[in-house]
């Protein structure tokens, strides 16, 4: 779609283009017109050359002493991010977690599209009340050819977070989001992010720890 | 508590001994008794010296030819990393976000223990339906006193992170784990982690489209 999606950004760029966003939506809303680099570079701690660099991956350039067009900065990092296109999602393994990023009506915000999520469990597909259809596992296949997905969002125990991860490639999943402690290995070619929660937690909590006995 | 916990580990380590813990609990639970690093090895793709190393830093030594005891090595992660004793938390903004995680009953089993929620919108602040209850954010300060916390868990809208961040912090907050997509700046001293839901999701979105044009 995007000609400038064949370029894989690195990742440390893709991490902070969503700072730049989530600052001139905030702009936009002051109904701001215009940020140069060294303001974005103040409000987030970030290198002003860096910051232009980053944007320029996007096609985007500042107008000397004028900066960037706050709107027009906006669509862009949104359009580039994918946020402001729809992306279909299920949801494997609707316990505690997985209900919550179902009924976590933000995320269709970010261009993220739940329509279905997945389970093993008969008590948890039997019950409707998410807004999508929770299926059983065995269903995927189908459920690709009726309503098709890219992403499966992977919320299931750990102990079956491969063999979960696989049977959704296998269905034709091309993107795996895991928010499991478990380290799921995929095929090249396919997309894994890892949403550590469990590390982030560990990371506080040690943090905050060592701060007590020092 | 622990003497280990004053010791700063890298966040490399911090990030692959949850994965170790995962897998060692899969392992405890289909009763295996002793597991040697080659063994995590190759279930997890991360060198064998390298476990042996991040290991060392619990002051957890293998035995020669026999490996790690999986029942004390799960105990000592699970230890070390903090899931096994609860740390109080607050959620900062009851929108779609900070109610799931609210209702995330899992997170307790890794040591969380959410024991109030603020907001400032009166028609969140007056339901009750959570399980905990939902405050009033100028109501911070004396629930501090009541029922105390530690870690303040930042799912408002971006353009009242930082603000909503100072105001827990002024009241006595000691963490912040902000899931906004704002970059939060924080004294330091005051433990800060990131869980960028956003970045993550335009890396998947930025990986598809790439994969598609290729």
Redesign the interface.
């Known amino acids: 779609?995007?000609?400038l999606?064949?370029?894989?950004?690195p990742?440390p760029t893709?991490?902070r283009?969503?700072?730049y966003?989530?600052?001139v939506?905030?702009l936009r809303?002051k109904r701001v017109k215009y940020v140069s680099s060294t303001r974005i570079s103040r409000a987030?701690?970030?290198d002003a050359s860096q910051i232009a660099k980053d944007l320029s991956f996007l096609g985007v350039k500042g107008r000397t002493r004028i900066g960037y067009e706050v709107e027009a900065l906006t669509h862009a990092l949104s359009d580039?991010?994918?946020?402001s296109r729809a992306?279909k999602a299920y949801v494997i393994g609707t316990?505690?977690?997985g209900?919550?990023?179902i009924?976590?009506?933000?995320?269709s915000n970010?261009?993220?599209d739940i329509v279905a999520g997945f389970d093993i469990r008969p008590d948890i597909i039997s019950r409707e009340d998410l807004g999508v259809p929770i299926k059983h596992m065995n269903e995927i296949y189908d459920t690709m050819q009726t309503t098709p997905a890219?992403?499966a969002i992977l919320t299931v125990p750990?102990?079956v977070a491969q063999e979960s991860a696989d049977i959704a490639i296998g269905a034709g999943i091309?993107?795996i989001?895991n928010f499991?402690?478990?380290?799921v290995?995929v095929a090249e070619?396919v997309?894994m992010?890892?949403?550590?929660?469990?590390?982030?937690?560990?990371?506080?909590?040690?943090?905050?720890?060592?701060?007590?006995?020092?």
Do not use: C
Not at 80 to 83: A, K, N, Q, T
Not at 180 to 183: E, K, V
Not at 193 to 214: G, K, M, P
């Open positions: 779609m995007n000609p999606h064949n370029i894989i950004l990742e893709l991490r283009l969503p700072w966003l989530a600052y939506e905030i809303n987030l701690s970030v580039f991010l994918g946020f992306h316990g505690s977690l209900k919550a990023l009924r976590d009506s933000g995320l970010y261009g993220l890219e992403i750990p102990e091309k993107a989001w499991t402690p478990y380290r290995k070619g997309v992010a890892n949403t550590s929660i469990y590390a982030h937690l560990a990371l506080i909590y040690t943090r905050l720890d060592s701060a007590e006995v020092q």
